[in-house]
T-cell receptor
Framework: DTEVTQTPKHLVMGMTNKKSLKCEQH?????MYWYKQKAKKPPELMFV???????INESVPSRFSPECPNSSLLNLHLHALQPEDSALYLC??????????????FGPGTRLTVT | RKEVEQDPGPFNVPEGATVAFNCTYS??????FFWYRQDCRKEPKLLMS???SGNEDGRFTAQLNRASQYISLLIRDSKLSDSATYLCSSSNTGKLIFGQGTTLQVKP
């Protein structure tokens, strides 16, 4: 079973709101990722957590704040977003113990609209 | 220059055709390579990992040429359900870098 779940499926928020995106996997994977995908573009890496520690931050603005409460959960806290942050936010996970051989499995994404 | 480059297409082919996609990568330190399939407004789904020895899964064959720094995907006997965007990706220390994607439309 290679299932990664994400909630909510859709989110509309104003620029002054605070919201959170949630991601969960029960495959025993130890690495989790956040990607952002704009229309007709490929996914772009935002953050990587490895063994519950933030290992990569791709210079993402501080209005995006990741959190990994445990090895199965990954959150992305959103605050004071801009309309250009509207996109599909994808969570992925991988085993985390095969280094570069790790295959990443994606959740269905949260489609975010900032008004 | 983008780190991973693909011809965006679209590739329009009849059912039953054989179609090949190529992808080049610029980072010689890239360690592993993958093909993902993405349907409209859905998440990318892992199609195949790509190994130096090549690998085959049913109608799909993937090849890696490290000397020339390109990977390929061959789809034989195309089905209508193969219509999608195919993303190639390279990975170095866990960072997946995607190409722009190649759109395939299989027509009856």
């Amino acid at each position: 079973d290679t299932e990664v779940t994400q909630t909510p499926k859709h989110l509309v928020m104003g620029m002054t709101n605070k919201k959170s995106l949630k991601c969960e996997q029960h495959m025993g994977h130890r690495a989790m990722y956040w990607y952002k995908q704009k229309a007709k573009k490929p996914p772009e890496l935002m953050f990587v957590y490895s063994y519950e520690k933030l290992s990569i931050n791709e210079s993402v603005p501080s209005r995006f704040s990741p959190e990994c409460p445990n090895s199965s959960l990954l959150n992305l806290h959103l605050h004071a977003l801009q309309p250009e942050d509207s996109a599909l936010y994808l969570c992925a996970s991988s085993q985390g113990d095969r280094g570069f051989l790790d295959e990443q499995y994606f959740g269905p994404g949260t489609r975010l609209t900032v008004t | 220059r983008k780190e991973v480059e693909q011809d965006p297409g679209p590739f329009n082919v009849p059912e039953g055709a054989t179609v090949a996609f190529n992808c080049t990568y610029s980072n010689s330190a890239s360690q592993s390579f993958f093909w993902y399939r993405q349907d409209c407004r859905k998440e990318p789904k892992l199609l195949m990992s790509v190994y130096s020895s090549g690998n085959e899964d049913g109608r799909f064959t993937a090849q890696l040429n490290r000397a020339s720094q390109y990977i390929s995907l061959l789809i034989r006997d195309s089905k209508l359900s193969d219509s999608a965007t195919y993303l190639c990706s390279s990975s170095n220390t866990g960072k997946l870098i995607f190409g722009q994607g190649t759109t395939l439309q299989v027509k009856p």
